[in-house]
């Protein structure tokens, strides 16, 4: 007698078994390691923003007169020993500071600001206690809107750090 083959299938045959389960767990793990990338990327954004803004209320604090005549109606930072930007900037190096200068207009001013905001930089706020001639303290508010890195993340997120000093007497 003469046996026909079986046309049974082997239900323990695993082959592809590995690649459906790799393509199920993959974007998954993916999207967890971006998303680790992109949320590591915006605390270092956030805490650099609260460094530039302790550096800028400390020079804000050290400078005796923060204001001086530039022009008729413009009462800018003197910038002496050195900028708040320059401060700003040399304590949050990778983030992008705004390089306008933080100017008033009135001659007694309690506020600086720089005369135009830019999108994607830093941009400074500086009141003063008093009048910023004399202040008795400052405080620096840093404004930034950072942008995430990964395609879900691409959102845009408002940050913002203020410090306060007190003026240093001479």
């Given amino acids: 007698m003469r046996m026909r083959p079986s046309l049974r299938v082997n239900r323990r045959d695993e082959t592809g078994a590995t690649l459906v389960e790799f393509a199920l767990v993959a974007p998954l793990v993916f999207l967890l390691i971006f998303g680790l990338i ?97 202040p008795t303290s400052t405080t620096v508010t840093l404004t930034f809107d950072a942008k995430g890195i990964a395609a879900p993340f691409g959102l845009t997120y408002h940050m913002t750090a203020t410090s306060q000093d007190p003026v240093l007497s001479p």
């Fill in 38 to 134: 992109g949320g590591s990327y915006l605390a270092f954004q956030n805490a650099s923003l609260h460094d530039g803004a302790t550096a800028g209320a400390r020079m804000a604090s050290i400078e005796t007169s923060l204001v001086t005549q530039d022009a008729p109606n413009q009462y800018c930072e003197s910038g002496s020993p050195t900028s708040i930007e320059q401060a700003v900037k040399g304590a949050a190096p990778l983030v992008k500071v705004n390089p306008a200068p933080l100017c008033a207009t009135s001659a007694t001013p309690t506020e600086l600001t720089q005369g135009q905001t830019v999108d994607g930089d830093v941009n400074i706020t500086v009141i003063c206690g008093g009048t910023c001639d004399a």
